[in-house]
């Protein structure tokens, strides 16, 4: 289980070459000489994170219908209706809930990958995913919200386990030049669910009050699908050598996903290699992670960049992309169709960013995103206020809204999620990521219960809160975060030591004057 957590995010091969051609070239590959690898792409992916990111924005659409279950459920059991604030506590909770049994799912995820193997933890996870569509599917018929409440809990365990084992999966099954673009269809199929929730929200689809439940439960379809066409592919090479010691079953693996004429040995040698070294490594604990000093700025960091990832803004922007697409003058029954294209704008940013990961570096990225969204968001404040009184402030409104999807997708989105596997070393990456996933969760779960009373209370001026979160996290990782391209995790591990080691020096050269400057003055009296 250990070694699982450890090998989830692999370091870009040095080698790679960022260029339009490249990608071509290997996308061109893929389809020539490895149809299985890219099916397991797909497959993967669409039982996979795709799960997590359409419960993110699923429930936008169906929420007034959901509202009027809670309702009539408790006017039919204690004959009265709800109170306004009481009805937003219980929205809230059926919104939030999803993130516990999100943390259930992702801290159980890797026992279960080690026990089971990766690809049967898939497909056992795509039956929670079923029951949480007959949940769904039923909640309406037998009168009773809480049975929404447990779907969520249990589609909530279903994308906690698909985020931790679709991306070993699939990183596990492609070769190392190819594992920089394979880790970003993971960060894909995330955005991916987002737009699927958004468009099959819409009147025309599901988003209506005799179709909403069939919305909810869509994710058993999904999971059906999975769970129909992931036995054709083969399990992850990786674990069948190091867990099973299953040399053969290894190379028909990788011959089958990388096509018969490559020869895999040299793959599996170098499997044996770092599985021999790391034998002698110590797996250090949760608590080693935060009382060690010498990777007291890699938790830091961890600890900025998951926490923004969730309070950078982007669930605030989503909804008031509404009201600033209405007062646009776009009418109201069109406006979820505006809004597929803020969704359109975060996959397409996001597949494209395998070429800037590549070439640009992962710093930057994540600096260049911050800033940007905290400049789209300090303007888009403005603009708010100001479309009251100037006519054509709206479309200002529109096109910042657009520019911060972009710099989320292009920067924090796409860099965050790898980055504990990339700036610890071998024996810290379990607890790294333990303590980035837990904050993911969390962080998801306090913007569901707490944004709706920060919108009541701030109204548009909270973007002001999010503007700070994400300045701050600009600026911490100018400073203190080294770069992570083309550079192996005691690189990165060395360029964090000598960043800081300088900066106490500094400050300790500082503080020695200033303590000669006050000895010299008491002298001087004296």
Partial sequence: MKRIKSQLYPVISP???????????????????????????????????FQYGFHIS?????SVFIKNLVNSTCLQRYGRSLEPWELSIIWSFIVSIYCVGGLIGTLSAGRLAAVYGRKKTLLLNNVVAICGAVLMLLSETALSFEMIIVGRIVYGINAGVSLIVHTLYILECAPKRLRGMVGVSVASFVSLGKFSGQLLGISELLGTEERWIWLLAFSGVTGLLQLLTLPFLPESPRYLLLERADRHGCETALRRLWGAKKDPKQEMEDMLAEHTALKGVKIHKLMDLFLDVNVRWQLLTVIVTFVTLQLCGINAVYLYSFDVFQAAGIPKENLRY????????EITTSIACVLMIESTGKKVLLFRGYLGMAAALALLTVTLYLQEFVSWMPYCSMVLICIFILFFSAGPAAVTAPLPGEIFTQSYKPAAFTVACTLNWVGLFLVGMLFPLIVKHLDYFCFLIFFAFCFFSGVFVWFNVPETKNKTVLEITEDFNKMHQKRSVLESKLSSVHTNDIQDTASTKL
């Fill in 338 to 345: 505006a809004a597929l294209g803020t969704g359109l704008c």
């Fill in 15 to 49: 080698k790679a070459q960022p260029s339009v051609s490249f990608l071509n070239q290997v996308t061109t590959q893929l389809q020539l000489r490895s149809p299985v690898l890219l099916s397991a792409i797909l497959i993967s992916g669409i039982g996979g994170t």
């Fill in 58 to 62: 699923v429930l936008n659409s169906p």
